[in-house]
């Protein structure tokens, strides 16, 4: 599979990405567009994060560089 900015995660595939919990993204993530958090969308009882967010917020916490 081609990976690519837009690809869509669950919790479980971002807490991965990010080396941390699954708890711990659910406390990241918002439906609201904060520059602190990771905007995400609800599908049903399931989040949707796309991994461009994640790298935004990456950046935006001066983990990555641009």
Do not use: F
């Not at 599979?1 to 941390?20: R, Y």
């Not at 991994?51 to 935006?60: D, M, T």
């Amino acid at each position: 599979m081609q990976e690519s900015n837009s690809e869509v995660l669950t919790i479980e595939e971002c807490a991965e990405l990010l080396k941390v919990s699954p708890r711990t993204v659910y406390k990241l993530v918002s439906d609201d567009p904060e520059p602190h958090k990771i905007l995400a969308r609800k599908v049903g009882r399931s989040w949707r994060i796309w991994r461009e967010e994640v790298e935004r917020y990456l950046r935006h916490q001066g983990a990555l560089e641009t």
